[in-house]
């Protein structure tokens, strides 16, 4: 069964420092997401993202985050200026219609010092 | 807006023992209903889904779990629960309703029920 997989899987970076948090969604999915989950917390939604166009974000999502499907394949999200409290578990989801069931990857885990 | 109550933030059973964890959501129709495992430190795994037909759905590792609809619930069981079941476990409801005003495309998490085996 197709996956979505997500690279690196265990980021650390410094605080300031900008990352860049890369999927790629199942090949013929046409929706993408970020989610977030901070350690012992609940998975809560970042952004959804259409036809190269964001689609929905939530108030987490600020002018720090951006996200980008550069190509075919790739869906990335990027943190300009780390901060501490970014430091949480990123998934990626795909979906082949807008109403239709997501698929998550595994997950980036950020640790920002 | 779409919403889902996991009622128990932590259950310890026996090993053996049957396990239900509960789910309930909240939706104006019928959505599509996942329950995901994370053990920690690692993502989430998908245990099993439900987009419509038979209420009943069978997932990986034993589990299944019950749509029903009267009473907004989704929840997962296992008849004999072994020792590496231990994880968080979460349930999540995405809407079936493709429309951009009420932003359809997100699925919605609970906060999560903590799963511990006794041996």
């Known amino acids: 069964e197709p996956e979505v997989t997500q690279t690196p899987s265990h980021q650390v970076t410094q605080m300031g420092q900008e990352v860049i948090l890369r999927c790629v969604p199942i090949?013929?999915?046409?929706?993408f997401y970020w989610y977030r989950q901070i350690l012992g917390q609940k998975v809560e939604f970042l952004v959804s993202?259409?036809?190269?166009?964001?689609?929905?974000k939530s108030e987490i999502f600020d002018d720090q985050f951006s996200v980008e499907r550069p190509d075919g394949s790739n869906f990335t999200l990027k943190i300009r200026s780390t901060k501490l409290e970014d430091s949480a578990m990123y998934f990626c989801?795909?979906?082949?219609?807008?109403?239709?069931?997501?698929?998550f990857g595994p997950g980036t885990r950020l640790t920002v010092l | 807006a779409q919403s889902v109550t996991q009622p128990d933030i932590h259950i310890t059973v026996s090993e053996g023992a049957s396990l239900e964890l509960r789910c309930n959501y909240s939706?104006?129709?019928?959505?599509?209903l996942f329950w995901y495992v994370q053990s920690p430190g690692q993502g989430l795994q998908l245990l099993l889904k439900?987009?419509?037909?038979?209420?009943l759905v069978q997932g990986i590792k034993g589990f299944e779990a019950e749509f029903k609809r009267s009473q907004s619930s989704f929840n997962l069981r296992k008849p004999s629960v072994h020792w590496s079941d231990a994880a968080e476990y979460f349930c999540?409801?995405?809407?079936?309703?493709?429309?951009?005003?009420?932003?359809?495309?997100?699925?919605?998490f609970g906060d999560g029920t903590t799963l511990t085996v006794k041996p």
């Open positions: 989801a795909s979906s082949l219609s807008e109403g239709g069931p997501q698929f």
């Open positions: 090949s013929n999915h046409l929706y």
């Open positions: 993202f259409y036809n190269n166009e964001i689609s929905e």
């Open positions: 939706y104006g129709a019928t959505p599509y």
């Open positions: 439900y987009f419509s037909g038979d209420t």
């Open positions: 999540a409801v995405g809407a079936n309703l493709p429309s951009r005003n009420t932003n359809a495309g997100k699925s919605t």
